[in-house]
């Protein structure tokens, strides 16, 4: 058995910890390229979304490395992402690739038992004993919480770093370096020195840094290649940026959804304008738009795929907010074939904009 899984931002690293730590044989497919996606544009349906395109690249690239199984996460959500798995495992039946798939669905939807047995699955060959797997969840718990961690600290510090780069120079070194590493113990001690170091980069504190919130899909968000690699472009011009969902907030509020603990904040900033969970991460959108008002931002950028039906409802909405609370936010849709040109161009618009409000506000205009 050979696994491997599509790329969902940090989710990897801690994949990769928890396989190493399991010895179990896994395949992590090129971080998600052009050619992923037109080989997932070409054999997926036309009208269906970014994300699922770009995932049947990944796949496919890692198949051709000689993997068997497929690892993904999946969701009865009312939303397309609720027949991915589906559709994805036909695709690859009918393009002659026999393939497992292991689906890992939340507990409500295929009960307790039969998650214990598709978990079972992925380490039915691995020798560690049960205690010793336990570690190694615990491990890569840690680990996709301070990826997540290091990430943010990174993008924020970038808009007040001395030296020009150094925040995004760390968090790429950082990355590219955890994929050297060989058991989670160790990229356990690697991210934990690079937070390190991250906390101690020369700042300064007088910097009024243009602040943006990211807010829109989750997939394209936390998946670089999707959104152009925005987050990279936006420290470059010295943006500080925040952006709620990652995989470790996915998984935290996996865990409190039950206790309905979950994203108690968001649930609370939405509720004036969507009280209801309409599939895929809208109302997460609406509460995070309200929210990064009130913490100072100075505007956000909403990103999503075309013909994304959560993030319709969303930019519908976001417009009424804007006006409300007078908080600018642009919205990015993506697709194959996005330009990056133009969508530079408008981000660029977008910052002037933001600069010339603090300016007005400064000057006191
Ligand atoms: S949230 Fe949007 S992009 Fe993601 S699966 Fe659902 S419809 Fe597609």
Redo the contacts with the bound molecule.
Sequence with gaps: MKITFPHLGNACFAIKALLDGLEVDYIIPPLSNRDALEIGSLHSPEEI?L?FKIMIGNYIQSIKQGADTILFVGSCGP???GE?CELQMNLLRKLGYNLEFIVLDAPKDIGIKELFNRIGKITTNSSKSTVEKLKILNYANSIIHLIDRIEEKARFLSGYEINKGECKNLLNQCKTEAFKCNSPEEMLVHFKKYEKKISNIHIDKRKDPIKIAIIG?I?TIIEPFSNLYIEDKLMDYGVSTKRHLSPSWWLKNLTLLPLKLNSLDIRRASREYLPLYI??HARECIGETVLAKEKGFDGAIQI??MG????IVSKAILPSISKDKDFPILTLVVDEMTGEAGYITRIEAFLDLLERRKENVLYGN
Excluded: V
């Design positions: 979304c994300p939303c397309r992402f991915y899909e997939y599939g895929g999503f795929p994304c039906m959560p993030e």
